[in-house]
């Protein structure tokens, strides 16, 4: 029988550093000092010439540079001592190991990936993410490398986000990653951060960058993409036609232009449908015999 095992995150704490300007002048006087006595005075004192010496290199050997948007994780011994986020000259003990890690806003473009939809049509799909380290220990020290991290868990969340959508919409209301991608990209940034926060690392903006039916199915999809907007607009004009037809008819009863009965009235919403529903222009026939002969 075996226990689960729990994660268990670095917590962030303040790394024991000070500021390295007046530690590197102290240290460049004793390397001074032991240098000219040992210059000027060989054989006197040897002993505190050489501990001034040691004591001015292991102070230098404490100093490092800190950019602005850049910490430093400390550790002495195997063990976590803490973050400094100073800019400038700084200085920790010797026996502290330091590593730089990059707090800056970084760019990402995932590869574009061949997934299937909500529908089970293969999609192309690719999406840009902005993110930042925002706890480095945790970053350092909770995953074994944060960078492929990312790389692993963005493509995870690509493909868990484009199996919740179709490519488009084909009823009311229907959110699709084609016209909906602000909706789509808060729903993956939503569920990026969830996935990489355990390093410590913050999503900033998640857009889709590249959308695309697989070619294998491009040319079918294309076609019934032309065929739903043909019958949209048709459905569009039969019914702007019907609205024209019921208004010429109100109008000739109201002014009394001409009287049609059931039969009369039929034929001609009749007519009136085939000139403003059909696809090419109506070729005119004039009636030279009675109104209704």
Known sequence: MTEASTHSATTERRAPARAGGPLAILGLALL???????VRYPEATPLLT????????????????????????AAAFGSYSGTDRGVGLRWLPFWMARRKISLRVRNMTSE???????????????????????QPAQALY????????VRI??????REVARQYGYDSHEEGELSLQSDSETVGAVLKEDL???????GLVVDEAHLMHLAYAPEIAGSMLRRQQAEAILAARRKIVLGAVDMVESALAALAERGVVRLDDDRRAAMVSNLLVVLCADREPTPVLNTGTLYG
């Open 32 to 38: 001074a000092a032991g240098a000219a006595k040992l």
């Open 50 to 73: 050489g501990v001034l010496i040691l004591v001015a290199l292991l102070i230098l050997v404490g100093l490092y540079t800190v950019q602005p948007n850049q910490g430093i994780v």
């Open 112 to 134: 574009t990936l061949k997934v299937n939809d909500r529908r089970g049509n293969p999609i192309e799909i690719a999406a840009n993410i902005v993110w930042r380290v925002e």
């Open 142 to 149: 909770d995953v074994e490398d944060y960078l492929a991290f």
């Open 193 to 199: 951060q969830t996935r990489v926060g355990v390093a």
């Open 153 to 158: 868990q963005v493509e995870t969340a690509i």
